[in-house]
C-alpha cells in the first residue's frame, strides 16, 4: 500500500535545523578520533557532504529515536527533522542530495519507508500491508531514479523489495526462507550485499541490483551483518561474531583477504567508509556507552590473527 503526503511539511533539512549542540574537539589530524561523547545508543551512520558530516540514529529519550547530523567541520549537531512523535530509523541520502529516505514509526510499531523531496517538502510514503510485524528497515537509494530498497518483515519472512522514487510499484529482490536484511549498494549501483539466514545463520550475499547473479560471500556459523562497501567497491567492511563478540572485519568483494579491524570486549558495528577511503567510522560501545569512533584503517590484521 503506498501513500503520497502531499501537504507542505514542515521539515527543514538542507540547512536549518531545529536544534543544535557542540561536541568538543574533532582534531583532523588525529589517526583515532571519538566524535560524540554523549554515550547514547546510535545505529545506521551515514556520510553526507562528501564526508564533512555524519547522520544517523539516535536514541534520544525513552522509546524515541531520532537522526541527528554531526558536523566534522565544527563539531555541531543538528536534529535532522523535528522530532515529534515519531521515530526516525536508518536514513540515507541520494547521490545528488535531492532526496531522503527513512524508516518511520508513528504511534505503533510498524515502521513505514518515507521518501522525501528536500526542496519540495514533498513526502511519498510505503506502508506494509498486514500486522504491526509488517516493517520496513534499512532503506537505501539505488543510483539516479532507479529508486529505493529496504527490507520488509512480514508473516512470510523478511525479504528485501524495491520500490521507485514515488514509493510506487514494489518488487521482491529476494524470495528465500529466513530473514534477508542489511542491504547495501555498491558505489556503483549495480551490486547489493546483505545478510540472509536462509542457512540458518547470517552470513554475507552479493547480488546484482534486481535479484539476480546470487552468490554467497561469507559461511561459518557467526553471524555477519550491517555491511558496507568501500568507496571504490573492492572491499566490504562488517560486523561478525565470528570472534565471540561484535567486531569489525574487512573483506574482498570477491570473498577473498578476510581481515579483523576491530578488538575489543565490547562491541564495534556499523562500521562505514570515509569517502576518502583512508578512514572507517564505527560505532563502539565503551563502558556501556555508545559513541561514534573515526580509525583510519591502515593495514588490519588477518582474521585468525589478535592484536
Avoid at 104 to 131: H, N, Y
Wanted: proline residues 5%; hydrophobic residues 35%; charged residues 25%.
Amino acid at each position: 500500500m503506498e501513500r503520497v503526503n502531499q501537504r507542505p511539511t514542515r521539515f527543514l533539512v538542507a540547512m536549518l535545523f531545529v536544534a543544535t549542540w557542540n561536541v568538543n574537539g574533532l582534531p583532523a589530524t588525529e589517526p583515532n578520533q571519538l566524535l560524540t561523547h554523549d554515550g547514547k545508543q546510535k545505529f545506521a551512520p551515514v556520510f553526507v557532504n562528501g564526508g564533512q558530516a555524519i547522520v544517523y540514529s539516535v536514541l534520544e529519550r525513552a522509546q524515541r529515536v531520532v537522526l541527528k547530523r554531526l558536523d566534522l567541520t565544527d563539531g555541531s549537531q543538528h536534529l535532522v527533522l523535528p522530532e515529534g512523535n515519531a521515530s526516525q530509523f536508518d536514513v540515507d541520502f541520494s547521490s545528488d542530495g535531492r532526496l531522503l529516505c527513512y524508516a518511520k514509526s508513528d504511534f505503533d510499531r510498524q515502521l513505514k519507508l518515507v521518501i522525501l523531496d528536500i526542496k519540495s517538502q514533498r513526502e511519498f510514503i510505503f506502508s506494509p500491508a498486514g500486522t504491526s510485524r509488517s516493517t520496513v528497515r534499512t532503506p537505501r537509494f539505488l543510483p539516479g531514479t532507479a529508486g529505493v530498497i529496504f527490507t520488509v518483515n512480514g508473516s512470510g519472512g523478511q525479504q528485501i523489495v524495491a520500490v521507485d522514487l514515488e514509493a510506487k510499484n514494489p518488487k521482491e529482490l529476494t524470495t528465500s526462507n529466513g530473514a534477508n536484511g542489511w542491504p547495501a549498494v555498491s558505489p556503483d549501483g549495480q551490486k547489493i550485499v546483505f545478510s540472509s539466514s536462509r542457512k540458518g545463520v547470517f552470513n554475507l550475499y552479493i547480488m546484482d541490483r534486481d535479484g539476480s547473479n546470487l552468490r554467497r560471500l561469507t559461511e561459518g556459523m557467526a553471524s555477519d551483518l550491517h555491511a558496507s562497501w568501500s568507496p571504490d567497491g573492492n572491499r566490504i567492511a562488517f560486523t561478525s561474531t565470528r570472534a565471540g563478540n561484535y567486531e569489525v572485519y574487512l573483506i574482498n568483494a570477491d570473498g577473498t583477504n578476510l581481515r579483523r579491524f576491530t578488538n575489543h570486549p565490547e562491541r564495534d558495528d556499523f562500521a562505514i567508509w570515509h569517502p576518502d577511503g583512508r578512514r572507517m567510522l564505527t560505532i563502539a560501545e565503551r563502558g556501556g556507552r555508545f559513541d561514534l569512533h573515526l580509525t583510519e584503517i591502515g593495514e588490519p590484521r588477518s582474521a585468525n590473527e589478535n592484536r
